[in-house]
């Protein structure tokens, strides 16, 4: 049985929650030696979940953003960096099918090649722009030769890229003006490098390496879409963010109770979790993951049944729900470390791995800042005079 035969998010829920224990029985020695989880990647696609957001007029089961971010979640309580790193792929191929921006050709051979286990993701950071979210032009380029496009440059921050087999590069057209386009490029091309740069001391498994393009030749075809200067358009699907680091709390919140219940110093009649401040610090726990809960499952059920237009509006709540969620995550993991107390610095505690990975939510589009700008912007136009 794989994910393609159940029927039921219940069933899909149970069946990924045995693998992401075995995620978790991994997490420990990806994070110590900063390897990649090739074997838990291997899972999921073995699984069939990596085709789970392809259309389903495309082989598919074009699953809903609410069960895509259940799911996410689910894997992120075994291991944080399998869930960004897979739930970027998973994202952008339900981005794709929703908004219908490539031609279908060449979408349809995607989706083909990802049902029989291709990955992909999109490669658009650079060390001199940052975050494409903040408006810079890439320094990378695409030039016209012939029949091909020739592109060249830097990418940092590649997610899942010891085993990628498509890339979605971002580059500036020569001779065009401000002109910045799409291009899909195989692995296989000639001229492509990964530079494994990847050190950060969160989510260490995400083999987050910088690609090197070098002369890269590609079709007309790869040429997958212009990138426009107008107002972007609002993406439901990066909510697979959030509920990464949701599942990373649930996983804190689930390893200070066992915890709690367990520890029974000799000061004590019995175990800690009878103790008033620790049972005030498991309830505000509880309330954060509740409020993380019914915002994020709020906003993907309205993203799922609303149409272009209304989607088009839902930039600040896509916004909100990222930010109450990460931070929240982040006071649930601090709260869980003042329940564990000073074990949970131990590097044998799953405790010092969840603040680590954790924290890496702030550094995930859309940024704290940019989020309360757009809600003061969103206020403001919404607030008439009398």
């Keep these: 049985m794989d994910f393609q035969e159940k029927e039921t998010l219940e069933d899909r829920l149970n069946f990924m929650e045995d693998l992401s224990k075995q995620f978790l029985s991994r997490a420990h020695k990806i994070d110590i030696e900063g390897s990649f989880p090739f074997a838990n990647i291997q899972d999921l696609k073995n699984s069939g979940y990596t085709g789970l957001t392809v259309p389903k007029k495309f082989g598919g089961r074009e699953i809903s953003l609410y069960e895509l971010v259940r799911l996410q979640e689910k894997i992120a309580e075994g291991d944080g960096a399998t869930a960004l790193s897979i739930g970027w792929h998973m994202g952008i191929i339900m981005n794709l099918g929703e908004k219908e921006t490539w031609k279908e050709p060449v979408f349809k051979k995607l989706c083909e090649e990802v049902i029989r286990g291709a990955l992909i993701n999109s490669a658009a950071t650079e060390p001199k722009t940052g975050s494409p979210t903040r408006g810079g032009l890439p320094e990378t380029t695409a030039e016209k030769r012939g029949t091909d496009w020739v592109i060249n440059g830097r990418k940092t921050f590649t997610t899942m890229s010891p085993v990628l087999d498509f890339f979605i590069i971002s580059a500036s057209i020569k001779g065009e003006n401000r002109q910045v386009g799409n291009f899909l490029i195989p692995r296989s091309a000639k001229g492509l490098e990964i530079e494994e740069t990847w050190d950060s001391i969160a989510l260490r498994g995400t083999g987050s390496h910088d690609l090197i393009l ?15 200067q107008e107002k972007k358009s609002v993406n439901g699907w990066l909510l697979h963010i959030p509920a990464c680091y949701l599942g990373i709390a649930k996983a804190a919140k689930n390893h200070a109770i066992r915890f709690a219940r367990e520890y029974s110093p000799n000061s004590i009649d019995g175990a800690i979790i009878d103790l008033p401040n620790i049972k005030q610090k498991i309830g505000e726990i509880e309330l954060k993951i509740m409020q993380a809960e019914y915002f994020l499952y709020g906003v993907a059920k309205q993203w799922d049944i609303s149409g272009a237009q209304e989607r088009e509006k839902m930039g600040p709540s896509l916004g909100a729900a990222k930010f109450t969620v990460t931070n929240g995550a982040i006071d649930v993991v601090d709260l869980a470390m003042r329940i564990v107390g000073a074990r949970s610095l131990s590097l044998k505690n799953p405790l010092q791995r969840y603040y680590r990975d954790v924290r890496a939510g702030l550094h995930n589009p859309p940024m704290d800042d940019m989020t309360i700008q757009l809600l003061a912007n969103h206020a ?7």
């Design 380 to 386: 403001i136009f919404n607030t008439h005079e009398n």
């Design 214 to 228: 070098k002369n890269v030749a590609v079709s007309e075809e790869n040429f997958v879409e212009q990138l426009g």
